[in-house]
């Protein structure tokens, strides 16, 4: 997957997600962005003019606490999400916590 830069207002986060975020995460990973920048894109599928995420809630929320507009990610289409099922989304996961 190529990376892309959205648009944040763009980006729907689904109430289950939402319900994970943790402050504390949001606040370390805004400190590394302001440090380092954003080191891992985002997951998003397109969903009509928007995107829902799929992975990198914090990131994406530690962006909002910036106060950027755009964020880095990656839009998965049904054919590659597929192709590449749920272990691609939990690779990118850990990458992220690991990274972090």
Do not use: W
């Amino acid at each position: 997957m190529k990376r892309e830069v959205f648009a944040i207002a763009d980006i729907y986060v689904p109430v289950k997600r939402r319900a994970t975020r943790e402050q504390k995460r949001v606040d370390e990973i805004a400190a590394s962005m302001l440090e380092d920048g954003q080191q891992l894109p985002i997951l998003v599928r397109p969903d009509g003019a928007r995107f829902v995420l799929i992975e990198g809630l914090h990131r994406l929320e530690a962006a909002k606490a910036l106060g950027e507009k755009t964020i880095v990610g990656c839009a998965s289409t049904r054919a590659n999400t597929e192709r590449s099922g749920a272990f691609a989304v939990r690779l990118l996961a850990l990458a992220s916590e690991m990274s972090r």
